[in-house]
Nanobody
Framework: QVQLVESGGGLVQPGGSLRLSCAAS????????IGWFRQAPGKEREGVSC????????YYVDAVKGRFAISKDNSKNTIYLQMNSLKPEDTAVYYC????????????????WGQGTQVTVSS
């Protein structure tokens, strides 16, 4: 059974940092691309970042380029999203999702989702 569990969210001041984790079970990261998404109140869900099965391809939405970094630890079967220089507009529920596509840039991420973790950036 494929499961994804996010953690690491919280309240942080503008300019601060958080590291989100996405712990995967029921599959290995070599077999799935992983994406991070976020949804703010009253807004549509948007893709934030993703990493391909091999780890060789990563993607970032323009709004987070240079501030966020996605990585994977195959030994822990966990994906991380390091978020630096956080802004109030980064406030959202962050979700990770898994897709078997080789490249995360063509993945549809339709089936496997975590429950989300809240990130609030406020002074």
């Amino acid at each position: 059974q494929v499961q994804l569990v996010e953690s690491g969210g919280g309240l942080v001041q503008p300019g601060g940092s958080l590291r989100l984790s996405c712990a995967a079970s029921g599959f290995t990261l070599d077999d799935y691309s992983i994406g991070w998404f976020r949804q703010a109140p009253g807004k549509e869900r948007e893709g934030v970042s993703c990493i391909s099965r091999s780890g060789g391809i990563t993607y970032y939405v323009d709004a987070v380029k240079g501030r966020f970094a996605i990585s994977k630890d195959n030994s822990k079967n966990t994906i991380y999203l390091q978020m630096n220089s956080l802004k109030p507009e980064d406030t959202a529920v962050y979700y990770c999702a898994a897709d078997p596509a080789l490249s995360c840039t063509i993945a549809t991420f339709r089936t496997y989702w975590g429950q989300g973790t809240q990130v609030t950036v406020s002074s």
